[in-house]
């Protein structure tokens, strides 16, 4: 009977390790396979404006920042960012007062040496990284802190770089009617240009999506131009700014432009 018993354990550990142990370490690595690849097909993202977690491969992405639709990739985030602008974030702002509405949106132009166009001399002028060595005119500006909300390249595109809950330093010594400092309830808007020169399609189309946006995020009650705030020291947008064009396309009503559409 002893010799029977043993001769079935034999068997059975003989049949354990023949047969049934190698199916299941081969089942285990299936298993550890499938998992990996799982793993590897459902990489997630996060939506830049509304948290929501989604398959990266399902996602939009611009400037290393995701979106879950084209919808919100064109939206202001909760931190007053936009998501299809460019981020280059300038040193150059503070608080807007407390319980200041923004209401205004000023429109300038700026190339930096003056008539030149290209290049990232503005972008390191508003992050305050102007060479002096660079141009003989940069010796004369270098030193300052000044900075736009957004500012519009030749090509159309768009860089932001102070949140629009932020106040951006770029109207200066500016009155709207009976209010000063201007800065403290507008988003001022650059235009690579002089005023004199043409502007580019590209910079009208990427200025109306702006304008949409904006229109869409605040409750803008006037689009003005930097002269029409600073009349003595300013002259953008210059006579080559079609306010015309930009006020049919953006679909800007007549009351919210309280200088007219003449060019000036």
Same mark, same amino acid.
């Given at each position: 009977?002893?010799?029977?018993?043993?001769?079935?354990?034999?068997?059975?550990?003989?049949?354990?390790?023949?047969?049934?142990?190698?199916?299941?370490?081969?089942?285990?690595?299936?298993? #550890?396979?499938? !998992?990996?690849?799982?793993?590897?097909?459902?990489?997630?993202?996060?939506?830049?404006?509304?948290?929501?977690?989604?398959?990266?491969?399902?996602?939009?992405?611009?400037?290393?920042?995701?979106?879950?639709?084209? #919808?919100?990739?064109?939206?202001?985030?909760?931190?007053?960012?936009?998501?299809?602008?460019?981020?280059?974030?300038?040193?150059?702002?503070?608080?807007?007062?407390?319980?200041?509405?923004?209401?205004?949106?000023?429109?300038?132009?700026?190339?930096?040496?003056?008539?030149?166009?290209?290049? #990232?001399?503005?972008?390191?002028?508003?992050?305050?990284?102007?060479?002096?060595?660079?141009?003989?005119?940069?010796?004369? +500006?270098?030193?300052?802190?000044?900075?736009?909300?957004?500012?519009?390249?030749?090509?159309?595109?768009?860089? /932001?770089?102070? !949140?629009? /809950?932020?106040?951006?330093?770029?109207?200066?010594? !500016? /009155?709207?009617?009976?209010?000063?400092?201007?800065?403290?309830?507008?988003?001022?808007?650059?235009?690579?240009?002089?005023?004199?020169?043409?502007?580019?399609?590209? /910079?009208?189309?990427?200025?109306?999506?702006?304008?949409?946006?904006?229109?869409?995020?605040?409750?803008? #009650?006037?689009?003005?131009?930097?002269?029409?705030?600073?009349?003595?020291?300013?002259?953008?947008?210059?006579?080559?700014?079609?306010?015309?064009?930009?006020?049919?396309?953006?679909? +800007?009503?007549?009351?919210?432009?309280?200088?007219?559409?003449?060019?000036?």
């Amino acid at each position: 009977m002893l010799k029977i018993i043993e001769f079935l354990l034999f068997f059975f550990i003989a049949y354990w390790f023949l047969f049934i142990y190698p199916k299941r370490t081969k089942l285990k690595a299936s298993k #550890n396979t499938a !998992s990996t690849s799982t793993t590897e097909v459902t990489k997630m993202a996060t939506c830049q404006i509304c948290k929501i977690r989604l398959p990266l491969n399902e996602s939009f992405l611009f400037d290393q920042r995701y979106f879950c639709s084209m #919808n919100h990739l064109n939206e202001f985030d909760e931190w007053g960012w936009l998501g299809f602008a460019k981020k280059i974030p300038s040193p150059n702002y503070d608080d807007r007062p407390e319980n200041t509405a923004i209401d205004t949106v000023v429109i300038h132009h700026i190339s930096l040496p003056e008539g030149v166009f290209g290049g #990232n001399a503005v972008e390191q002028f508003f992050t305050n990284r102007l060479n002096p060595e660079d141009d003989p005119y940069f010796q004369e +500006i270098a030193h300052l802190e000044v900075s736009a909300h957004f500012f519009i390249k030749r090509h159309g595109e768009l860089i /932001q770089f102070v !949140s629009i /809950q932020d106040r951006a330093w770029h109207a200066g010594a !500016s /009155q709207l009617f009976e209010r000063e400092r201007v800065n403290d309830f507008s988003v001022g808007i650059e235009l690579e240009g002089t005023g004199e020169i043409p502007y580019e399609p590209a /910079q009208y189309q990427a200025l109306i999506k702006l304008v949409d946006a904006l229109q869409k995020k605040l409750s803008v #009650n006037y689009f003005v131009g930097h002269s029409d705030i600073s009349p003595n020291r300013k002259t953008d947008p210059g006579k080559s700014f079609d306010w015309k064009y930009v006020s049919q396309v953006a679909k +800007i009503p007549e009351q919210k432009l309280p200088f007219g559409i003449s060019v000036r």
